[in-house]
């Protein structure tokens, strides 16, 4: 089971009047990147939010919002009495002593700077398990989603690595023929070098062995299966994070296959070489996407 890197989950709650929206998007990211947006309310429980956040979505660059509206508004406002009071008091005071009615009295305190504030207070604590809750619910419907891109994700990278396991079955019987063309050519380079007939069986079989040995790959194609045959295992592992172990594995895989090409010396199995990258590319794009 394979999760995508990319996701949305959304999630709502009422906690003592107050609705709670929260959305959270996730990109691709090498590490846990969290770009968060707090009203002043759940300033405090920022810290436990990046450590929830963190329990669930594992990996990526994530980008959290969340607000809390009260009775439709999605900014409470208070009044600051105390400074409300101490303008009275000065605008009384001048008043008394210019002669001057205090009509709109009101109105000119309530214009005043910081009279009237948003509300500041912190969430008490049994409010804040409630709306972890809800931010709970948000992560794990982005993991859902998740879940959901990384299936098709899943059926490409398998079809990948089954491509180059074919491709490599078609290089097996091209083998032999390829140690046929090296006997040939090396007989043809002694008899023209021992002039003629007189080329002598022990060197050519020395030569014989020399190159086949220098091109032999069979230590490259055992590990190519082995990498292969782990790459799957690792998928049908239950744990969701694995895009780094996925991609370690395919780097393996790339490193047989461009030693297997750099022996190979044989036109049509290095064409199936080049087909075996193309197919090892897509999967390295594809495994930038998984978590």
């Not at 998007?25 to 969290?34: A, D, H, R």
């Not at 309310?41 to 979505?57: S, V």
């Not at 607000?67 to 208070?78: C, D, L, N, T, Y």
Request: with cysteine; net charge negative.
């Amino acid at each position: 089971m394979l999760y995508s890197m990319t996701g949305f989950g959304r999630a709502e709650g009422i906690v003592n009047g107050r609705q709670i929206v929260v959305e959270i998007k996730s990109l691709n990211g090498k590490q846990f990147e969290l770009n968060i947006k707090l009203p002043p309310i759940l300033r405090n429980y920022e810290l436990d939010i990046r450590n929830l956040l963190n329990g669930i979505l594992m990996r990526g660059s994530i980008d959290f919002n969340i607000a809390v509206r009260m009775e439709g508004a999605s900014k409470p406002m208070m009044i600051n009495t105390g400074l409300a009071m101490y303008y009275y008091r000065g605008m009384k005071q001048i008043s008394e002593q210019l002669g001057i009615p205090e009509d709109n009295v009101l109105s000119t305190l309530m214009r005043m700077p910081e009279i009237v504030v948003p509300e500041q207070d912190v969430l008490p604590e049994e409010e804040w398990q409630e709306v972890r809750q809800v931010i709970a619910e948000a992560g794990q419907s982005l993991m859902e989603h998740r879940k959901n891109e990384g299936a098709a994700l899943s059926l490409d990278l398998s079809e990948r690595i089954r491509n180059i396991e074919e491709l490599l079955q078609r290089i097996l019987p091209l083998e032999g023929q390829r140690t046929d063309r090296i006997r040939q050519r090396v007989n043809n380079s002694l008899k023209e070098g021992a002039g003629g007939e007189h080329a002598d069986a022990n060197r050519f079989e020395q030569e014989l062995i020399y190159y086949i040995e220098r091109m032999d790959f069979s230590e490259e194609k055992t590990r190519l299966k082995q990498h292969c045959s782990y790459f799957h295992s690792i998928m049908e592992k239950a744990e969701a994070s694995k895009g780094k172990k996925l991609g370690f594995i395919l780097q393996e895989i790339g490193r047989e296959i461009n030693t297997l090409g750099a022996k190979a010396n044989d036109a049509d199995i290095q064409q199936l070489v080049i087909e075996m990258k193309d197919e090892l590319e897509k999967a390295k794009e594809q495994v930038l996407n998984i978590l």
